[in-house]
């Protein structure tokens, strides 16, 4: 074979005398057989291959081709007059504004991957802590209570005509998984996605060029158009005399 050339070689077996799958070598159209044939498209050439001389194809497929890619340029060129640049405008940035949401969810759906975390956690005194959940949920939100005096009067704080004063909560940094591993945190999940706790992320060294690099292969965002920054979530808030 030369591979120089386009020839039927490659059609034929290796004594030259059958189709390369064995089948016969397919005969000769009438040289008088003119291509007088009208295609479209090339399913529209596929379809009447059957009854099509064989030197007629590449014309045909020729043609076909032409006429997709006329008909390509001219969509475009309509598109552009029609004010297409506005609108790719307007399209990129949506793109852009949607950027940070498509982050945060890859960081809340495979963060622990990549980082460490440091949670805030609340801290209460026990006696109160228990004494408000409960044996069914204090072994969770009472995970990282401690044993000091947070003004819990004990029972006697229950009765409305007593006037104890608000119980004092302590707040701890400790190092936990990142989301959306919450299985060592201190509390319920919340009634949003969004967790009470403030959380401190910090890219591990050795999974660094892995992270960035599923972070391109997910989201389609690069390394360059990162930038880390402090985020705050309005969480849920219980109105006080300042609202009313």
């Known amino acids: 074979m030369d591979l120089q050339e386009f020839t039927d070689d490659d059609s034929l077996g290796p004594d030259g005398?059958?189709?390369?799958?064995?089948?016969?070598?397919?005969?000769?159209?009438?040289?008088?057989?003119?291509?007088?044939?009208?295609?479209?498209?090339?399913a529209a050439i596929e379809a009447a291959l059957g009854g099509m001389p064989r030197h007629c194809r590449g014309q045909y497929i020729l043609q076909a081709l032409q006429k997709i890619l006329s008909s390509?340029?001219?969509?475009?060129?309509?598109?552009?007059?029609?004010?297409?640049?506005?609108?790719?405008?307007?399209?990129?940035?949506?793109?852009?504004?949607?950027?940070?949401?498509?982050?945060?969810?890859?960081?809340?759906?495979k963060g622990n991957n990549y980082f460490t975390c440091v949670?805030?956690?609340?801290?209460?005194?026990?006696?109160?802590?228990?004494?408000?959940?409960?044996?069914?949920?204090?072994?969770?939100?009472?995970r990282y209570c401690e044993d000091f005096d947070c003004g819990w009067g004990g029972n006697v704080c229950d009765n409305p005509e007593v006037n104890c004063p608000e119980v004092e909560s302590r707040y701890m940094n400790m190092t936990t998984a990142c989301p959306p591993d919450y299985s060592q945190r201190g509390q319920e999940p919340p009634a949003t996605e969004y967790w009470a706790q403030s959380t401190y992320w910090t890219?591990?060294?050795?999974?660094?060029?892995?992270?960035?690099?599923?972070?391109?292969?997910?989201?389609?965002?690069?390394?360059?158009?990162?930038?880390?920054?402090?985020?705050?979530?309005?969480?849920?808030?219980?109105?006080?005399?300042?609202?009313?």
Not at 17 to 42: F, Q, R, S
Not at 75 to 89: H, I, M, P, S, T
Not at 121 to 133: A, L, P, R
């Open 72 to 109: 390509s340029l001219s969509e475009y060129d309509q598109l552009v007059k029609a004010g297409y640049d506005q609108r790719f405008k307007t399209y990129a940035n949506a793109v852009v504004d949607g950027a940070a949401d498509q982050v945060e969810k890859f960081m809340y759906g």
């Open 17 to 42: 005398d059958g189709e390369g799958n064995g089948g016969p070598v397919e005969p000769p159209w009438p040289a008088t057989e003119k291509c007088t044939g009208n295609y479209d498209t090339l």
């Open 119 to 142: 949670v805030t956690e609340v801290v209460e005194c026990c006696s109160f802590c228990y004494h408000y959940w409960g044996p069914n949920d204090s072994e969770l939100n009472c």
């Open 203 to 244: 890219l591990r060294s050795d999974k660094s060029a892995l992270f960035w690099a599923d972070l391109y292969a997910d989201t389609g965002i690069a390394q360059n158009d990162i930038v880390f920054k402090n985020v705050h979530h309005i969480g849920e808030c219980f109105p006080n005399d300042e609202h009313w």
